[in-house]
């Protein structure tokens, strides 16, 4: 597959910016996603699951998000973990 592919009950804030080749998914049973306000994610990074992703955060190219992300940090790896306040 190629594009950008967001599950229709995610929830995204103001100012985000999507790079290319980004899936956001909820994960079973329905469960959404939720992305803050001024937000990066990077290329082809994945957002699965009932994950909340704080204000202000960075998620790093080719990350795998399943957990919960604070705010004004920055993510990044396989399964993400937070490698840095912002």
């Known amino acids: 597959m190629n594009g950008i592919i967001i ?3 995610a929830k995204i804030g103001s100012n985000v910016t999507i790079s ?10 329905g469960t959404c996603v939720e992305i803050g306000d001024n937000v990066i ?6 957002i699965i ?8 955060c960075i998620i790093g190219a080719n990350a795998v ?3 919960d ?6 993510a990044a790896g396989v ?4 490698i840095r306040d912002l």
Request: some cysteine.
């Open 7 to 9: 599950g229709h009950s």
């Open 69 to 74: 992300i604070p705010a004004n940090t920055v």
């Open 41 to 46: 994610l990077g290329a082809g990074c994945k």
């Open 79 to 82: 399964p993400a973990r937070v």
């Open 20 to 29: 290319q080749q980004v899936t956001v998914m909820q994960g079973p049973k």
């Open 49 to 56: 699951g009932n994950v909340k992703i704080g204000d202000n």
């Open 65 to 67: 998000v399943t957990h």
